[in-house]
């Protein structure tokens, strides 16, 4: 009790708590949407030097199979400007050419890829994002995309005059970077018993009123048992929570973003695995988890992920129902920019992780309370049976008399079942070398 009443007040000091509002929100069954395009092999071209030549904006003579036109760069034309003009990503000219961009100017002659073309740019086993997705505002935010682009996180580091000791455990207010230079809090829990580098729990808070939010809220009861087992535990705001800059637009995948550059920066904190990771996300934080679920392929060290009354893994879904049942602004805002899931269907279905669930690399835990108000325990049941459809390793349970926050022994309940979870799938992972 003295350990709960400590921790308590050193929030309250950190911020002013207010009473939260969580997102209630009503589920029907998931569209029925498109398949994922995919890869087409495609030859590569050489550079060709011809200095002074005049650039060429039309097919030329002889194009191999897959080319819609050679350019000539003339002087002060770059890779970049050759692929702005004819609308085309610079790495998927780059790729395409199979050249660096260093070996690109003035004088090279560039094969400019047809519209119906697909290029691989990484090699991984995921296709890139498709060529219809080029002009689409949601395009850097697809499942494909964000499996391919770059995160950096920078350095985890304490805010200064927030670190409170426990007889068990330290609490700190933690700092890191995300996208833009964007600095993001979290509440941090380091068991002060046993030898660190500690195993990672990462806790994804449900949706509150911004204004009402402080670091903590909706994860710190979970944060403190976790840690008393052993587990360096983290509990980030995102950005725009907790006075920090930047915005959730669009569809708040940019929390998911931060979570990723989170993970990426967990090597600058001594006392952390960056290599023995489990994520556990509730309502909207289960949405936030799910990119982190389908994006596992390039995140090694995420061995596990229990997701908690969870929010849709479906954009679209996520979308009518914050307008239709809880009469939300955010996402008619959001429809200015990236359009609603009539009008850009393609985009909500390449940036919703529902059709990416067989990329799920790591085993996942559903828990749904029957008498769940918020969201319907209909949406995990579907849930499950897409997971098993697509080959996830996943586990379902459902707690008769809970509702959306467990209590009671729903909740002891709850946390045993994620205690031997994540014990048996990340502290006592092996290394990855052995894993591999």
């Known amino acids: 009790m003295r350990i709960q009443l400590l921790t308590v007040s050193f929030v309250a000091l950190l911020l002013a708590a207010c009473i939260p509002v969580d997102d209630p929100m009503i589920g029907t069954p998931w569209p029925s949407l498109a398949p994922r395009a995919t890869i087409t092999p495609l030859p590569s071209a050489t550079a060709d030097p011809q200095a002074g030549a005049t650039p060429v904006l039309a097919p030329t003579g002889t194009l191999p199979p897959g080319a819609a036109a050679r350019h000539t760069l003339a002087d002060g034309e770059t890779a970049a400007t050759v692929a702005q003009y004819y609308g085309i990503p610079v790495d998927v000219l780059l790729a395409y050419n199979a050249l660096p961009e260093s070996a690109v100017g003035p004088g090279t002659t560039l094969l400019i890829p047809a519209e119906d073309t697909v290029v691989e740019l990484l090699p991984t086993p995921f296709p890139t994002v498709p060529l219809e997705l080029l002009d689409n505002p949601l395009r850097e935010y697809s499942i494909d995309y964000l499996l391919q682009r770059t995160y950096f996180g920078g350095e985890i580091s304490t805010v200064e005059g927030t670190t409170f000791n426990t007889s068990t455990y330290q609490q700190r207010l933690i700092r890191y970077e995300t996208d833009e230079g964007i600095a993001v809090t979290g509440l941090a829990h380091i068991p002060l018993e046993g030898d660190p580098p500690f195993p990672v729990i990462i806790l994804l808070h449900g949706g509150f009123d911004q204004d009402a939010y402080y670091p903590g809220l909706g994860t710190l009861e979970h944060a403190t048992f976790f840690v008393q087992h052993g587990y360096v535990v983290i509990a980030p705001d995102y950005r725009s929570y907790n006075d920090s800059d930047g915005t959730g637009t669009p569809l708040k995948i940019p929390w998911s973003i931060d979570v990723v550059n989170l993970i990426d920066a967990l090597p600058t904190m001594p006392e952390a695995d960056p290599t023995r990771i489990g994520l556990m996300g509730h309502s909207r934080g289960g949405g936030v988890g799910s990119y982190i679920a389908v994006l596992t392929p390039v995140l090694p ?31 008619i805002t959001d429809s200015f920019q990236v359009g609603n899931p009539s009008d850009n269907a393609d985009g909500y279905a390449a940036v919703s992780p529902i059709n990416y669930l067989d990329y799920i690399t790591v085993p996942v835990q559903i828990h749904h309370g029957q008498n769940d108000t918020v969201l319907p325990v209909d949406w995990a049941r579907d849930l499950n049976e897409r997971m098993i459809e697509a080959g996830v390793d996943v586990a379902y349970f459902e707690y008769p008399e809970a509702n959306h926050s467990f209590v009671g022994e729903d909740l002891t309940l709850f946390w045993e079942r994620n205690l031997a979870f994540f014990d048996e799938h990340v502290k006592d992972a092996p290394d990855l070398d052995d894993a591999q």
């Open 301 to 331: 060290g995420v061995r596990a992920i229990s997701f908690y009354n969870s929010l849709s893994f479906d954009q679209a879904v996520n979308w009518y129902h914050y307008v239709n049942a809880f009469d939300a602004e955010w996402p």
